[in-house]
């Protein structure tokens, strides 16, 4: 056990030593930043627009207000789902990436492995180690975005709220691990640290980008016709095929609970957490699935290893 | 001249001997074909839906009817801009970069700036062989995707259409000649070839995905589901009033977007495609004329950067280290 | 089965209009046709509705086809249902439903006067024809009358364009004003006058100034404009507009490019090239 903590923290220094992680580290957290900031003041002008609103039609005489729009107050962190399911996953990428050829590479592979260490207590440490960096980091999100959010806004969370921005940050650990993990993998299976990360990379846009875009371009758009107003609008829905599709994403299920979770639904927004978690139970299962694959995989891969 | 034609040659036979450039290649094109049959069969139920829903508008003598959806398969899916984009972008910035890493790592730069060549001869030929390559595969995707969209979608296109599409594979060529050169220069400045690959990642994040993304954040009417204004129940002239106040915001909201050449190959792309609706009527080269300055905006990065690139390696020394 | 059969034959449909649109009657219920006593008002380029009950007196459930015939030129008509678009309806067994007929008038009718029918076809190929009347009120009648083929301007400036209108009628036109659907993000800045009064013949017009954000891209809009007050509304003319991309930052990405490369040119000099 004791071997694997000193891979772990081995594996957590030099990550923050490495000035292209920190760029990627600080790229992550300037833009969680700025969206809270953008989320809240976004928000304030509507409340402003809202207002003005109601000024413009008391001065026409109007005795009936539209209603004041429901601003759910998570919704202010929605844009932090984008962030993690994009800019996350390529951290977890940056981080793994070399976590298996460097050492390869470097020639300290062999030393590790003449040394009293099992192969599976390499792939333990290595992923302790991942996962306490994206863990800091996450925490750190969470504690700055949190007090930016109630400075911004004046608001400060509710025991719902609170409850439901620590699951998502769980969900969003979850996420990156996953990225982690899988990463680590193909680091195992490829000499080429290089081709490695680029097949991360290309993996990379295929989950976030091409299979949901894949999956929009079969939703059906009904057209739904409005009689009193006369007009054609076009409204998107699921259809088998692209729930199929989406299945194959985990960014997309990441996604479909994370909206839930920050109120970005309105439907699901006065909901406790365990309803949302229980809703969402075959996203939750779709993401996690790939995720154990790889764990395993990897397992099984660093016994076929090669140090001669 | 001739030594340009020669490293640019070399590279090409270079290129067509990398696994993972052929591997991605092989995808884009996969992804081309996947995307146009899907196309297609989304067209077919879309145009049902539409013709219905035009029947009935035209039972209700409704004389000014909505705008038929796009026929063209390829333009039915928005996703196929991206996916160019896309791949097209990850594959012009690994070629970029191997350009130069390569010789670097193989000592074999050196050699061949002791010989008679000049450095920006050396460039050249990279950049020449390259963009062959990469006009190459522009009019490979363009050749699949109009003999799917004729195969498969059972669609004619018109001569207008057809330009339409060979415009869009032109700007296709252009975003991607952006990131090629874009892996170049980092490669030229970063001493350190691993190095130099991840930057160019990291600038391509902050390029097509966060300025665009904040750019949407800013933007009031998407904060909303179903548009704030609409959430409100106001009517236009409400809603042209409360706008006004807003002019700044936009202002800069608009320059954000301005700074990413991925928002500029979209504009362009989704104007020419008949994605973004208003340029039905237009010809193609009225299109451009109106996206002058996206087309602007998607070269001028480019030739910047590759002077860049030219003043970095005419005084870097450690091209010599092996 | 045949003995239900022979009763369906013997049940009648019933076709009622009723005169107000609020106070549906059961008028002359199970005659097959039904001759409209009054009158519909309607103006030009105007919309009026009747409200018609069909009722279905069977003891089968029916599908009943509406159709208005002997339309005059230009005229047009459809049915709705609650808010809803209608070529038929289903109705079980003694149920009725009120559906409404509307009578579209064009701008410059043919006729002043006219009688349409409304044909009610069952599936079982029963059929009931009922008239409407109509008659076309001069009265009140609003034309906007310049042609504006096109508009051309930059994204961040404002544009400013007339609107004339002709009260075509014969009765004065108090409190025109005018309503300008607009692409999202536009405003309208100013409209003078606010409003106008027209005499029978006269012409009056309308200076709007709109202003298209920064942030338009360059393309092609279309401007709904139409003028109206509490009586009459004139037909909406669709004016489209194409907007170009301001040059400015244009200027700063050319005078960039340029910048480097006399940097780039000097640097060469300064350097030697190698």
Redesign the interface.
């Known amino acids: 056990m004791k071997q694997v903590f000193i891979i772990a923290s081995k594996e957590f220094k030099a990550a923050f030593k490495d000035?292209?992680f920190l760029?990627?580290t600080a790229?992550f957290l300037l833009?969680s930043i700025?969206?809270v900031y953008?989320?809240s003041s976004?928000?304030n002008?509507?409340i402003?627009?809202?207002l003005?609103?109601v000024a413009?039609?008391k001065a026409q005489g109007a005795t009936s207000f539209?209603v004041s729009?429901q601003l759910f107050p998570l919704?202010i962190l929605q844009?932090i789902i984008?962030?993690v399911s994009?800019?996350g996953a390529?951290l977890a990428v940056?981080l793994g990436f070399d976590a298996f050829s460097g050492e390869r590479e470097n020639g300290t592979l062999k030393l590790l492995l003449v040394r009293p260490l099992y192969r599976d207590q390499l792939v333990t440490g290595k992923l302790l180690g991942g996962g306490l960096v994206i863990g800091v980091l996450l925490c750190v999100t969470l504690v700055f975005n949190t007090l930016l959010f109630s400075i911004v806004s004046g608001l400060t969370p509710t025991f719902n709220e609170l409850s439901r921005l620590l699951v998502f940050i769980t969900l969003a650990f979850v996420y990156m691990m996953i990225f982690y993990i899988v990463t680590l993998f193909v680091s195992i299976k490829t000499g080429d640290?290089?081709?490695g990360?680029?097949?991360m990379?290309?993996v990379w846009?295929f989950v976030s980008?091409?299979i949901p875009?894949?999956a929009?371009?079969?939703r059906?758009?009904?057209?739904a016709?409005n009689?009193?107003a006369?007009?054609?609008t076009q409204m998107p829905s699921d259809t088998v095929i692209s729930k199929g599709i989406e299945m194959f994403s985990p960014a997309v299920q990441f996604q479909n609970v994370g909206k839930d979770l920050l109120q970005?639904?309105?439907e699901t927004a006065a909901m406790n957490v365990f309803d949302i978690l229980s809703r969402q139970v075959l996203s939750l299962f779709y993401m996690l699935v790939p995720g154990a694959i790889f764990l395993l995989a990897s397992y099984r891969a660093v016994q076929k290893e090669d140090v001669t | 001249m001739n030594a340009t034609w020669i490293i640019a040659r070399k590279e090409i036979t270079d290129a067509l001997k990398n696994?993972?450039f052929l591997?991605?290649l092989g995808?884009l094109l996969i992804?081309t074909v996947?995307?146009v049959v899907?196309?297609a069969?989304?067209v077919r139920?879309?145009l049902d839906?539409?013709t219905?829903?035009i029947e009935?508008?035209k039972s209700?003598g409704?004389t000014e009817l909505?705008p038929m959806?796009n026929l063209n398969p390829i333009s039915?899916?928005?996703?196929f801009v991206?996916?160019i984009g896309?791949?097209g972008a990850?594959l012009a910035m690994?070629l970029g970069n191997y350009a130069i890493v390569k010789e670097r790592r193989s000592g074999t730069l050196k050699l061949i700036l002791s010989r008679k060549v000049f450095r920006d001869t050396l460039l050249n030929g990279k950049l020449l062989g390259n963009l062959t390559l990469f006009a190459g595969i522009s009019l490979l995707a363009a050749a699949i995707t109009f003999i799917s969209v004729g195969a498969i979608g059972n669609v004619a296109l018109s001569a207008g259409d057809a330009a339409r599409m060979g415009l869009f594979f032109l700007m296709s060529f252009l975003y991607m000649a952006f990131f090629l050169v874009l892996g170049i220069t980092f490669a030229v400045m970063v001493g350190n070839?691993?190095?130099a690959?991840?930057?160019t990642?990291?600038m391509w994040?902050?390029l097509a995905?966060?300025f665009p993304?904040?750019g949407n954040?800013?933007d009031?009417d998407n904060?909303?589901?179903g548009g704030?204004f609409a959430?409100?129940?106001?009517t236009k002239d409400?809603q042209t009033?409360?706008l006004v106040?807003?002019k700044f915001?936009e202002t800069l909201r608009d320059s954000i977007e301005e700074m990413s050449p991925t928002k500029h190959y979209e504009r362009v792309s989704f104007a020419l495609l008949n994605v973004k609706p208003g340029f039905e009527k237009n010809t193609p080269m009225e299109v451009l004329g109106l996206k002058w300055i996206n087309v602007l905006g998607l070269t001028a990065p480019t030739i910047i950067l590759w002077l860049i690139a030219y003043m970095g390696f005419l005084r870097r020394e450690d091209i010599y280290q092996t | 089965m045949r003995v239900t059969k022979v009763i369906g034959a013997f049940m009648v449909l019933g076709l009622i209009v009723c005169l107000t649109p609020f106070t549906p009657s059961a008028l002359a219920a199970g005659s097959s046709t039904t001759e409209l006593s009054a009158n519909y008002l309607t103006i030009p380029g105007g919309e009026s509705i009747a409200r018609i009950m069909v009722e279905n007196k069977d003891s089968k459930a029916h599908h009943y086809n509406l159709e208005a015939t002997g339309l005059p030129e230009g005229f047009k008509a459809y049915f709705?249902l609650q808010?809803?678009?209608i070529k038929g309806l289903d109705l079980s067994a003694s149920e009725k439903r009120i559906a409404e007929l509307h009578l579209n008038t064009p701008l410059k009718a043919t006729q002043d006067y006219g009688l349409i029918k409304v044909k009610s076809s069952r599936d079982d190929g029963l059929e009931t024809l009922m008239s409407v009347s109509f008659t076309v009120n001069h009265d009140f009648s609003l034309e906007i009358t310049n042609q504006i083929k096109k508009l051309e301007t930059l994204n961040g400036k404002s544009l400013s364009f007339d609107i004339a209108v002709t009260n075509t009628g014969n009765k004065e036109l108090k409190d025109l004003g005018l309503k300008a659907e607009l692409p999202y993000k536009w405003t309208l800045d100013k409209l003078t006058p606010e409003k106008l009064s027209l005499k029978p013949g006269e012409n009056g017009a309308f200076r709007v100034t709109i202003s298209i954000p920064p942030s338009q891209g360059s393309g092609n809009s279309i401007l709904k404009i139409k003028s109206f007050n509490g009586a009459v509304a004139s037909q909406e003319i669709s004016i489209p507009v194409t907007v170009t991309a301001t040059a400015g930052y244009a200027w700063w990405v050319i005078g960039l490019v340029l910048v480097v490369g006399i940097v780039t040119i000097i640097y060469f000099r300064k350097n030697v090239r190698r």
């Open positions: 000035r292209v760029v990627i790229l833009l700025i969206s953008i989320g976004t928000k002008a509507e402003k627009a809202y003005d609103i413009l039609l539209p729009p919704a844009n984008d962030y994009i800019i390529v940056f640290r290089t081709f990360f680029l097949t990379m290309v846009v980008f091409v875009q894949l929009d371009s079969q059906s758009f009904a057209y016709l009689a009193t006369q007009t054609v970005v639904v309105s | 696994k993972l591997i991605i995808m992804l996947v995307s899907l196309g069969y989304q139920v879309a839906n539409y219905n829903a009935f508008l209700l409704k909505p959806p039915a899916s928005k996703g991206n996916y896309m791949l990850l690994i070839g691993n190095k690959l991840l930057l990642v990291i994040l902050v995905f966060v993304q904040i954040t800013m009031m904060q909303l589901p704030f959430s409100m129940g106001m409400q009033k409360v106040n807003f915001y | 709705t808010g809803k678009g």
